[in-house]
């Protein structure tokens, strides 16, 4: 029973961790991206709140939190309110699965720097990303205006064709590793990170996670020039932080991910496990606010195109090669 | 359509040079940006830094005064009737001298788009348009501006135009005949043929 | 009453729940949430009774495919939902002759279980490892006919398209 408690103890506190660090990493995040946007267009970003305007996702966070929570009269209340939650709460739960570390030895108990490790890591990862897309098409759906409907359908659309891809690009990972474990993925690196053998497995996840996660160039469902916002056009105040908040926690999973499946995941020299994974994260994160700032958006058909006759394609022709080397 | 759009395009000699260009395109692109990292910024802190507005940039109206220092304003109308949003109106009254002034004159600047028409009608160069931009209020009532508030102490753009000068009309700044370029009135007893 | 006991009653209760109220709905996008609640509960169940794989399958398949598709069918044509009559008297009578197949089913099952404790679920515990060599070492057969069958549906959705597309651009040069 008491190894019970100090188990569930030891749990809560990993994920009070967890949660606070991917949540303030999401806010600063927020401040990087425009930061580093506004230097790419030759502006200076937020300077106002605080030195470099480092205060700024503090004070964004007050307004989004103080600001009034509409909903429209004409909208489907109970789902209306529940879509930003969904966004999230998903991505916010992909990221259970993720090592970030050796097992480390606290008061005489071993404790994996995993909140759970499960054997079908990558099927939930899989399965909490294919949830997201309710809250996208539901939010479009329940705000009852043409923009958020245009805007969640063209997000279900588009996050549920590049899963494709997606998963496909993860078989050669699997296939080498011998498991679904993102801890024996990462194990199985240890003499040198996936992205040196399988360089086209990882152009083919980085985009697709990247469509997945409706960024420039893929942000179709949220195309501002010509929907509004898209399928977040009618949400207000922390609502519409929440779909945020799931956007840039998304962007971490991600950059979790990119690291877990082919950059070694916390291995590397010198520094501890975690701060690895960290240095990680966020250098994928910035390569993609990079990209932002960069390549315009893709047209449907273009994205469409991509998808179905370029990436699950090169996947599948990825999964035989690879197979084939293997078995030789 | 498809097809139309492979007529445009010229058809790729190669898929490997296909690649290779999209490749180089996609370079130059993330090299552009990377190099714009590295320029200065050209955003202007805005309340610490103002930049000059140029002379004839279009924002808060005033009421000019003649050289003399005297009102321009001869209350007729014209700026009222062009404004198309209609936020000027005035009243038109008989003042010293035999000019005409506007008893009240009224602009109401919540209403007021900066078009310039005003400026563009006014036959006495009375009413134009400052690059004063920054007068916003708390209150929207504040906003209506009245005579007092519009005249200022000076000519504006046309500073030595005084149009009782010019005008066919006698007043104490002007008799008949006095005005510039006017001969003097022909006496009607001396004109007999 | 264990804590896996009362777990596995509440999901169940959780499940009949939203079953219940998706076939009772008369709007089309509730009905449909409803039923990827319940997708998800059994998922949920999977998971509790020591069958990771099924559960995670359960919710990519089902609910993050197959549900997001009618989804996405709904709020492309947006019906509004009829007041009564959706079903003709002859469907009805189908319907109840499937159910009434089904729980005789299930009632077989489970007295073939009870027997041999959970038999039913012997396959499904396995290893993602184990459970794909058994599937593709002793049913690779029927996963071959069942991914040709997919393919030939997949090719017949494509010539459906080709055809229409191609009889509209022969109107057009006629007109």
């Known amino acids: 029973m008491l190894a019970w408690i100090t188990g569930l103890i030891v749990l809560l506190v990993k994920l009070v961790v967890v949660l606070v660090a991917l949540l303030l990493t999401a806010a600063y995040l927020v401040w990087a991206e425009r930061k580093l946007l506004a230097r790419l267009q030759v502006r200076l970003g937020p300077n106002r709140a605080g030195k470099f305007g480092l205060l700024q996702p503090i004070a964004d966070m007050i307004k989004l939190l103080t600001k009034e929570d509409l909903v429209p009269e004409s909208a489907d209340r109970v789902i209306f309110l529940l879509a930003p939650a969904v966004v999230s709460v998903t991505a916010l739960l992909m990221f259970a699965v993720v090592p970030f570390g050796t097992d480390i030895t606290l008061f005489g108990r071993r404790v994996p720097l995993i909140i759970s490790d499960i054997n079908v890591a990558l099927l939930l990862v899989f399965a909490f990303s294919s949830l997201g897309v309710y809250g996208v098409a539901l939010g479009g759906w329940a705000s009852n205006s043409k923009f958020a409907l245009i805007g969640g359908i063209r997000g279900a659309a588009q996050m549920i064709s590049y899963e494709l891809p997606l998963g496909l690009s993860l078989v050669p990972v699997v296939m080498l590793a011998r498991s679904f474990s993102l801890v024996d993925i990462v194990n199985a690196q240890n003499s040198y990170p996936f992205i040196l053998v399988q360089p086209l497995a990882f152009a083919i996840f980085v985009i697709s996670a990247m469509a997945e996660s409706k960024r420039i160039p893929f942000d179709l469902p949220e195309a501002e020039n010509e929907l509004g916002a898209g399928f977040h056009t009618e949400y207000s105040g922390m609502r519409f932080g929440l779909f945020f908040l799931g956007e840039y926690v998304h962007m971490q999973v991600l950059g979790a991910l990119v690291a877990v499946f082919f950059l070694g995941g916390w291995r590397g020299p010198w520094l501890p496990g975690p701060l690895w994974l960290f240095v990680k994260i966020i250098a994928v994160a910035l390569v993609m606010i990079w990209i932002r700032g960069t390549l315009p958006r893709l047209r449907y058909d273009q994205l469409m195109a991509i998808c179905w006759k370029v990436l699950v394609p090169a996947a599948l022709i990825n999964i035989i090669l690879t197979g084939f080397v293997m078995l030789i | 359509m498809s097809s139309d759009r492979t007529k445009k395009t010229k058809p790729a000699d190669h898929p490997g040079t296909l690649i290779a260009e999209s490749i180089k395109a996609l370079g130059s692109g993330f090299a552009t940006t990377a190099k714009h990292l590295l320029r200065r910024p050209v955003t202007e802190q805005y309340p610490e830094q103002k930049r000059v507005l140029p002379e004839r940039s279009r924002a808060r109206i005033v009421l000019t005064r003649d050289p003399d220092g005297r009102e321009r304003c001869v209350a007729c109308y014209l700026c009222s009737a062009v404004c198309p949003v209609s936020c000027i109106s005035m009243q038109s009254t008989g003042g010293e001298g035999g000019r005409r002034v506007a008893a009240w004159f009224r602009i109401n600047f919540s209403r007021c788009i900066y078009c310039g028409l005003c400026e563009e009608a006014c036959p006495t160069s009375a009413i134009q348009l400052t690059p004063d931009f920054e007068n916003c209020r708390q209150d929207i009532l504040e906003m209506v501006f009245e005579k007092d508030d519009l005249l200022v102490d000076h000519g504006g753009r046309d500073d030595r135009y005084c149009f009782y000068r010019h005008a066919g009309i006698a007043t104490d700044t002007a008799g008949k005949g006095e005005h510039v370029n006017e001969q003097p009135p022909v006496d009607a007893k001396s004109n007999l043929p | ?175």
């Open chain 3, 1 to 175: 009453m264990s804590v896996y006991a009362i777990l596995f009653y509440a999901i169940a209760v959780f499940i009949l729940a939203s079953t219940a109220i998706a076939v009772t709905r008369r709007h089309l996008v509730h009905a449909a949430v409803f039923l990827a609640l319940s997708f998800f509960g059994s998922a949920m169940l999977f998971y509790l009774l020591g069958a990771p794989l099924l559960a995670m399958l359960e919710v990519i398949v089902y609910v993050g495919a197959i549900m997001v598709l009618f989804l996405f069918v709904i709020m492309m044509v947006e019906v509004k939902g009829k007041d009564s009559g959706v079903l003709t008297r002859g469907q009805q009578a189908a319907a109840a002759l499937l159910g009434i197949v089904y729980v005789a089913a299930a009632v077989m099952l489970v007295r073939a279980a009870a027997a041999g404790g959970n038999a039913a679920l012997q396959a499904a515990v396995a290893e993602p490892a184990v459970f794909g060599e058994y599937l593709f070492r002793q049913h690779w057969l029927s996963i071959e006919i069942a991914s040709f069958l997919l393919l030939i549906a997949l090719m017949g959705v494509l010539h459906l398209g080709r055809d229409i597309r191609r009889r509209q651009t022969g109107k057009e040069n006629a007109s």
